[in-house]
Nanobody, 115 residues
Framework: QVQLVESGGGLVQPGGSLRLSCAASGSNFGIFAMGWYRQAPGKQRELVAAITSGGTTSYVDSVRGRFTISRDNAKSTMYLQMNSLKPEDTAVYYC?????????WGQGTQVTVSW
């Protein structure tokens, strides 16, 4: 049983930055590839950034160079540093496993990029 709690979202102007956090329960966090997903209104949820248990990262083209995913396995916590935010980044952001069977989805955290 895994619980995921996202935090750190908010309202930011274009060009601004936010750092999202994902706190995971359990003691097996470090063995899983993890990722950040986002879902904008009327759109499908998409995986935007992923990180392996060893720290290898990957990004969808639309965020590469602007977002940085990281993890602290000792704290069972994952982060998403988002810089140079654009209005099209507006979405609810979720964390979950990036491979295999996903855990139950958390509430997500709203990111709104707007003037």
């Amino acid at each position: 049983q895994v619980q995921l709690v996202e935090s750190g979202g908010g309202l930011v102007q274009p060009g601004g930055s936010l750092r999202l956090s994902c706190a995971a329960s359990g003691s097996n966090f470090g063995i899983f590839a993890m990722g950040w997903y986002r879902q904008a209104p009327g759109k499908q949820r998409e995986l935007v950034a992923a990180i392996t248990s060893g720290g290898t990262t990957s990004y969808v083209d639309s965020v590469r160079g602007r977002f940085t995913i990281s993890r602290d396995n000792a704290k069972s916590t994952m982060y998403l540093q988002m810089n140079s935010l654009k209005p099209e980044d507006t979405a609810v952001y979720y964390c979950n496993k990036a491979g295999g069977t996903v855990a139950s989805w958390g509430q997500g955290t709203q990111v709104t990029v707007s003037w």
